[in-house]
């Protein structure tokens, strides 16, 4: 009677030889790093060379090209820019009001939205599709459209006013008034994103909790208060989180509808606009570079701070 001999294999079922070398053992230990390191580095290589250098760039005087001969200063541009309040902390100022009021709007507006399309209706498809248009555009596009809008002259918004008797108003022009209406476009245009994710978060529900809410007599807003949002503010921790610091980042719009500086009066002018000003328009690469990477670890502390609440919404 024939004998069948099955292949030797390591203890704990690993797959491998008891003689196989040392460097096949380990090889097959850490595989899943080994397939995914030459994506990693190269991912890494990709922001560690540019921040690299550009940390190298704040500490010089480079300015009018990169590759000019620049001598190393130390921490003076940043204690310059640190020291700066013409520009530097104004726009600090704009780029956390933009960023806080943005997010505040968009995660409401995205909230009621996404309530409104949980449950189904006729011509639910459609409505979802409609309310999804704005992010086919590009920030760009989007920004030169409502530019001719709100344009004082010719611009559609102050037509429409004037069928209600309201006067022109600045809308862009206004030293005022222009930052709240770029806002404005911002939530337009990224509202349906806080829609998407929210509405990702509401379907994955249980529809358990609510029953039992309902049938104990709670009301709307008491099973949304007290039964809903515990359950999805994981989800709006998340959407918080990625729009953020998306609304954290906004240039596009910003340049699209107000151009340089963030126009005559630096009324839009966040650390974005202010940065690429300082190594386009005037090439100064050093101080450029000092408030890229200020504004870097601004970026790390709001994701650090968003982290951290997203880790306690989960307990």
């Excluded at 001999?5 to 790093?33: E, I, L, Q, S, Y």
């Excluded at 379907?203 to 999805?232: C, K, M, N, Y």
């Amino acid at each position: 009677m024939a004998t069948v001999t099955t292949p030797r294999r390591a203890p704990g079922g690993a797959g491998v030889m008891p003689d196989t070398p040392g460097w096949a053992r380990w090889a097959n230990d850490h595989r899943k790093w080994l397939f995914a390191a030459p994506a990693m580095t190269f991912v890494a290589a990709l922001i560690v060379i540019p921040l690299v250098w550009t940390g190298w760039l704040s500490l010089t005087d480079a300015e009018g090209s990169v590759r000019a001969e620049s001598e190393f200063v130390g921490l003076r541009n940043y204690l310059d820019v640190l020291s700066d309040t013409d520009r530097f902390w104004p726009a600090v100022g704009r780029t956390a009001a933009f960023t806080v009021v943005a997010l505040l709007f968009e995660v409401v507006l995205g909230m009621a939205v996404a309530l409104l399309l949980w449950r189904p209706f006729k011509g639910q498809k459609w409505v979802r599709v409609a309310i999804l248009m704005p992010l086919v555009a590009t920030p760009v596009a989007v920004g030169m459209m409502w530019r001719l809008i709100f344009d004082p002259n010719i611009g559609l918004a102050n037509q429409v006013l004037g069928w209600f008797g309201i006067g022109p108003q600045p809308w862009l022009a206004g030293q005022h008034s222009a930052l709240p209406t770029t806002i404005f476009i911002d939530v337009w245009q990224w509202t349906p994103m806080v829609v998407l994710i929210l509405l990702a978060g509401l379907t994955s529900l249980s529809d358990e909790p609510q029953e039992a809410a309902r049938i104990d007599g709670a009301s709307t807003w008491q099973r949304f208060r007290h039964v809903t949002l515990p359950l999805l503010m994981p989800t709006v921790v998340v959407a918080v989180l990625l729009r953020g610091i998306d609304a954290l980042k906004t240039f596009d719009i910003l340049y699209a509808t107000k151009g340089r500086g963030g126009g005559s009066f630096h009324e839009v002018e966040t650390l974005n606009v202010y940065a690429y000003g300082l190594s386009f328009d005037y090439n100064e690469y050093g101080v450029s570079s000092t408030v890229l990477i200020l504004f870097f670890l601004i970026i790390i502390g709001s994701m650090w701070a968003l982290t951290a609440r997203r880790k306690e919404a989960k307990r």
